[in-house]
Every structure is written in C-alpha cells, then in structure tokens.
T-cell receptor, first 113, second 115 residues
Framework: GNSVTQMEGPVTLSEEAFLTINCTYT??????LFWYVQYPGEGLQLLLK?????DKGSNKGFEATYRKETTSFHLEKGSVQVSDSAVYFC????????????FGKGTLLTVNP | EAGVTQFPSHSVIEKGQTVTLRCDPI?????LYWYRRVMGKEIKFLLH????????ESGMPNNRFLAERTGGTYSTLKVQPAELEDSGVYFC?????????????FGSGTRLTVV
C-alpha cells in the first residue's frame, strides 16, 4: 500500500535557524507529493507540491525536491521565522479515480524568537 | 470566495450518543472529502464524494459512520453510536476537479471528543 513517514516532532528552533523535516514514502504507483501546513486554529493549507521526479516545489522560502531514487521529499527552509510555527504534513496522492491523499503523522515546529 | 466551512468546531459527547458533523464546501466544488486525525496518528482518508455520489468510501472505519451529501452541496458525517476511539479531528476538503491538479481546500476541522 501507500504510506508516508516523516520525522517525529516536536522540532524547536531559534529564529533564523535552518529547517529540515524529513519525509520518505512508499507508493504502489507514481505519486504526486505535497507538503501541507496547519497554523494554529486554521485548516490545512497547501505549502508546496511536486508531481514528477526531480521537480522542486517552493513557496514562502520553503523548498522540497522530489527524489525518486531515495523516495524522499524533505522540506527545507534556510531561515525560519516565528510565524512558521505550525504543524507540517507530508502527503502523497496517486492518480486515478480516487485522488485521495495519504498523509504522514505531522511534525510540530515551534520557532522561538 | 468563502472557504470550506465545518461545524461545529468542537463537540464533546458521551459514549453511545450520536453526533452529526457538517461540511460546506466551496460553491461549485464537485469533489468533497472527509479525513480524520486521531491523536498522534496520521490524517486518514475516510471517503470521497463526487457531487452526491460516493466515489470511494474505503476509509470509513465501520458501519457506525454514515456520510451523506444530498443534492451535491453540503455533506454530513454522522457517528452513531459514538465510541471513545472515535475521538479526533475530522477534516473536510473540497476541490473543483482532481485534487492533484486543482488543489484541495481544507476546512479547519471539527474536534470530536467522546467521553
């Protein structure tokens, strides 16, 4: 079946620190990969996505590269801000009739000033 | 444009009672999804509607859960009778077409606590 494994949190960083949240996946087909973010009190928002190998998704200073050879999609940001504090979810979707998302467990990030 | 709206935002019920969650998708979005996150676990897919039809309900845990989408607009998810393990956050999402292409818009969720 399909599954997503992401690093367990919580992750606590100081402002301007470098962030990496690891994500690896197992998929029966060729997945599209996503990072979603949930800020406190809000719904999940799409942060970035990549639909084929070697694609790089980027948004708000975050980046992730679709690595088929290592089945990974690690999230990175060079300099985090307090406003980046949130829960981050890695997810995949296999094309076809379902279009459902398979999520990881989520990683809570806290950025301190 | 209004987002995906879910209510109630919180619900606390006793074991054995019935609860109905509601999701109002973005107007015009034919695809509607329900997901659930149990504490500390992954967000799990429950089911997918296209208009009023259930396209995929493979994630529904058991027959205590009933989802409907009459008229292809809003959807309800009823849990009857509720059990302790049903506690979690229930998310709804909608998309105008395939979510991979068009993107999913999520609601802020309903936190259900069964005591």
């Amino acid at each position: 079946g399909n599954s997503v494994t992401q690093m367990e949190g919580p992750v606590t960083l100081s402002e301007e620190a470098f962030l990496t949240i690891n994500c690896t996946y197992t998929a029966t087909g060729y997945p599209s990969l996503f990072w979603y973010v949930q800020y406190p009190g809000e719904g999940l928002q799409l942060l970035l996505k990549a639909t084929k190998a070697d694609d790089k998704g980027s948004n708000k200073g975050f980046e992730a590269t679709y690595r088929k050879e290592t089945t990974s999609f690690h999230l990175e940001k060079g300099s985090v801000q307090v406003s980046d504090s949130a829960v981050y979810f890695c997810a995949l979707s296999i094309g076809g009739s379902n279009y459902k998302l398979t999520f990881g467990k989520g990683t809570l990030l806290t950025v301190n000033p | 444009e209004a987002g995906v709206t879910q209510f109630p935002s919180h619900s606390v019920i006793e074991k054995g009672q019935t609860v109905t969650l509601r999701c109002d998708p973005i107007s015009g979005h034919d695809n509607l999804y329900w997901y659930r996150r149990v504490m500390g676990k992954e967000i799990k897919f429950l089911l997918h509607f296209v208009k009023e039809s259930k396209q995929d309900e493979s994630g529904m845990p058991n027959n205590r859960f009933l989802a409907e989408r009459t008229g292809g607009t809003y959807s309800t998810l009823k849990v009857q009778p509720a059990e302790l393990e049903d506690s979690g956050v229930y998310f709804c999402a909608s998309s105008p077409g395939p979510g991979v292409i068009y993107g999913y818009t999520f609601g802020s969720g309903t936190r259900l606590t069964v005591v």
